[in-house]
């Protein structure tokens, strides 16, 4: 019987030996290649923090101690070890196990979203809720990497957890040198100077082993040392500082930056060493004041293909052939990849142009401009706050920054837009990929709220592409707009074919026009134009008549849409966005506004947070696939020829809906 098998609470870990201990370890890696590889995931992270994850449920008592993952995506392990190994079949699919913490799946998980850098915020509103309740015997743990220590939400919560050494905090710092790239910034820097720290560490380690196990002469040898060390440290904490060409203060001081906030600081430890790990965990227990433990790790430890994939370490992968990590499925052309390629010809041209990322290049399709343009680059970590103010600063100086960012993390910089963009009216675009529904990375990865939010931010201009043509076209087009911020959005995944225009009406693009006159107007927004040209063919087929058109930049909308609404029975609107307050409920207030008594049904998303599960499962759920839309068509137009305006949508059954 396998040693995983036996486990099924944290507590069954508290009787293992370290080779058990170590065997387990193993067994956990060769679970987690097996069944993510079946399931796709977040494979890299979680093989990096096996022994983490076992030393803290060997050191803390979960779920009375509160461990929080920041992210989450790396709490793959924890599920294991808490009970959930059985359930990995359903990784991230419909019903199944989610790809973050769960709080409905577990009481060990306490977390529900996965967005960086605010676990400590979290830890920090426990410790003082625990200290008003008088909870002494409750600690409250923080996992959090170096990556997500580049957010400065992170850094609001360190001053204020240091400011209560009486409220404890434990700080587990994951440090892999990585987010989904190398971190970058002058944090990562003093944390490099942090690591290598590492070899003199195991050297004292040794020299503790030995030399103590030598009798009384090299007991006190090893005290004389240790002596010299702790002097050594305390002249740094007074402020030793190298003169000029010695190097970095971080050289000399490299724990500096945690001290002087006021935080206990143990490390470096080899994360990979339980031994160590779990020493300085229950250091950590002890001490009853906040306390970071900086512990450093490898991404994609223990596969071969994880450790050798140099952009990301296998950070998140589709299904892969679990031998080579190579892909089952090649997904084509994707978005990313259109848009990385059409920004480089575009920046061939203007000079002016510059590329920003927030710690994700690779993923976004930055890395051909990266190597093209090293100097025209930035990537600014995991702050999109920043990233955003920073582009409005470069806006103001001559350039044109083009942000790009996954749709669901531009709501973190929602203020920097209203406020620094579009106040200044500055020429800024923002790139937003996993637009609309995600699926199955759960309901805080979707990209649902951008129509909504940003429609309510004065001057700007927001495009969805159809398809890989009209994403040039209007990429474009946004950086030659100079007096406003642009957006352009699309979804995750391959790039569909080509859907031309049969037509132009002024600044729409026609793709389908109806036989005869007064039928259906179906406005598509985006890449649901081709599940709009099925749905009208469907309708077509049972004697409705559908006009559908594409036009192209939805904020502010073409004025040539209220002429052609107004020639029309029944306009329908379908986006991948939010049912209300995005696209359709714009179209809808310009058509009251220009007095065109034509009604309008919305179709969208009416739940914000959908739970994990494919795309088109997500789609045809809320009524947005092909056959629902065509009763949703038809059965409104009966409405309406009966004389009852559209309100709602009809009952569909699952059948029809897909």
Known sequence: ???????????????????????????????????????????????????????????????????????????????????????????????????????EESAHDHIEHSHASAALSYADGMAKAGELAGETDRHIVAVVGDGALTGGLAWEALNNIAEAPHRPVVIVLNDNGRSYAPTVGGLARHLAALRGRAGYERLAGWGRQ?????GTPGRALHRTLHAAKEGIKEGVKEGLRPGPGEGSAEAVAPHSLFGALGLRYLGPVDG??????????????????????????????????????????????????????????PAGLTWSAAFGRALVELADTHPEVVAITAAMPGSVGLNDFAARYPARFFDVGIAEQHAVASAAGMAMAGLHPVI?????????????????????????????????????????????????????????????????????????????????????????????????????????????????????????????????????GLCARHGVEVTV???????????????????????????????????????????????????????????????????AEILAEAGLAARAIAHTVTQALAGTAAGAVPDGAPTVSASEKR
């Open 1 to 103: 019987m396998s040693l995983l098998a036996r486990i099924g609470q944290p507590a069954d870990l508290r009787g293992l030996s370290r080779p058990e201990l170590v065997r387990l370890a193993g067994e956990i890696r060769e679970f987690l290649v097996r069944h993510v590889a079946v399931t796709g995931g977040h494979l890299g992270p979680n093989l990096g923090v096996v022994e983490l994850t076992l030393a803290l449920h060997r050191v803390f008592d979960s779920p009375r101690d509160r461990l929080l993952w920041d992210v989450g995506h790396q709490a793959y392990v924890h599920k294991i070890l808490t009970g959930r190994a059985g359930e990995f079949t359903g990784l991230r699919q419909r019903g199944g196990l989610s790809g973050y913490p769960s709080r």
């Open 210 to 214: 030995v030399l103590g196990g030598a």
């Open 272 to 329: 990979h060493d339980l031994t160590a790990v779990e020493e300085a965990l229950r250091r950590a227990k002890a001490h009853g004041e906040p306390v970071v433990v900086h512990c450093v790790t490898r991404k994609g430890l223990g596969y071969a293909p994880a450790e050798q994939d140099e952009e990301d370490h296998l950070h998140g992968i589709g299904t892969i052939d679990p031998r080579t990590g190579r892909p089952l499925r």
């Open 404 to 536: 790009a960012l996954y749709g669901t993390f531009l709501n973190r910089a929602l203020d920097q837009v209203l406020m620094d963009l579009a106040l200044h009216r500055l020429g800024v675009t923002l790139v937003l990929d996993r637009s609309g529904v995600t699926g199955d990375d759960g309901p805080s990865h979707n990209g649902l709220w951008d129509l909504a939010m940003l429609q309510a931010v004065p001057g700007l201009r927001l495009a969805a592409p159809r398809d890989a043509v009209t994403l040039r076209q209007r990429l474009a087009q946004a950086v030659s707009i100079t007096d406003a911020p642009t957006v352009l959005r699309y979804p995750r995944g391959a790039v569909g074919p080509e859907i031309p225009a049969v037509c132009r009406a002024g600044a729409v693009d026609v793709l389908r026009e109806a036989a005869v006159a007064g039928g259906v107007l179906l406005i598509a927004v985006g890449t649901m134009a081709a599940v709009a040209l099925e749905a009208a």
């Open 549 to 615: 058109v594409d036009p192209l930049w939805v904020k502010p909308l073409p004025g040539e849409l209220t002429a052609l609404a107004a020639d029309h029975a029944l306009v329908v609107t379908v986006e991948d966005g939010l049912r209300h307050g995005g696209v359709g409920t714009a179209v809808g207030q310009a058509l009251q506004e220009a007095g065109v008594r034509t009604p309008v049904r919305v179709l969208g998303v009416a739940d914000g947070f959908p739970r994990q599960a494919g795309r």
